[in-house]
């Protein structure tokens, strides 16, 4: 069954911790991106990577960190430093010349 | 900086009517552009890509524009369904020397079907 996995659906982070998002793919895809949604204000990109062990910051990088050490994996740390981390994370993958491919996403709620 | 804009406000048509959808983009020229469904809670779903070089493509009841004059991409359901119901989303894909693929967002466009 091949496609993109996300987890946990939902994740609860208290005040000054830091949390990972898992994401795992095996369509064999180089390209891997992190992306954040918040109502009303679409897809804003965090991280990618389009190869391993290599990767860029996106638009809002602040408070984010990811890792590229496996092809199959992109695990993002949500850092204390964030300040407004509530918000619907999603993770995607993308071929050479092929559309992208999101997994089920993260809900991340700060309690 | 690039920008695509969708329409912001919801579009609320009845079923069996045919729903256009529009992506109006500004500041430079996309090897590709795509379309994409988004349901609540979940992952963008691909629909369909159209290349620069590509008028029209169609797929089932589905059907994209691509008009690189007057940067803008029109999306259509045809013979709608209530499921149809969801925000559609466009994005800009561009390949960069070594394949460095970013796609650019936009917020999307909520459709709902009335039966």
């Known amino acids: 069954d091949g496609g993109i996995t996300q987890s946990p659906k939902y994740l609860f982070r208290k005040e000054g911790q830091n949390v990972t998002l898992s994401c795992e793919q095996n369509?064999?895809?180089?390209?891997m991106y992190w992306y954040r949604q918040d109502p009303g204000q679409g897809l804003r990109l965090i991280y990618y990577?389009?190869?391993?062990?290599?990767?860029q910051k996106g638009d809002i990088a602040e408070g984010y960190s990811v890792s590229r050490e496996k092809k199959e994996s992109f695990p993002l740390t949500v850092t204390s430093a964030q300040k407004n981390p509530t918000a619907f994370y999603l993770c995607?993958?993308?071929?050479?010349?092929?559309?992208?491919?999101f997994g089920q996403g993260t809900r991340l709620t700060v309690v | 900086s690039q920008k695509i804009e969708q329409n912001s406000e919801a579009l609320n048509i009845q079923e069996g009517k045919t729903a256009t959808l529009t992506c109006n983009y500004t500041?430079?020229?996309?090897?590709?552009l795509q379309w994409y469904r988004q349901d609540p809670g979940r992952g963008p779903v691909f629909l369909l890509l159209?290349?620069?070089n590509e008028k029209e493509k169609r797929k089932e009841r589905l059907k994209v524009t691509f008009d690189t004059t007057l940067k803008q991409s029109l999306f259509h359901i045809t013979a709608s369904q209530p499921a149809d119901s969801a925000t559609y989303l466009c994005?800009?894909?561009?390949?960069?020397?070594?394949?460095?693929?970013?796609?650019?967002w936009g917020l999307g466009t909520s459709l709902a079907v009335n039966p």
């Open positions: 159209i290349r620069e």
């Open positions: 994005a800009l894909d561009r390949v960069r020397a070594g394949n460095n693929r970013k796609l650019i």
């Open positions: 990577s389009q190869i391993v062990n290599d990767f």
């Open positions: 995607a993958t993308a071929g050479l010349n092929t559309e992208a491919f």
């Open positions: 500041n430079y020229s996309p090897a590709y």
């Open positions: 369509l064999n895809h180089d390209a």
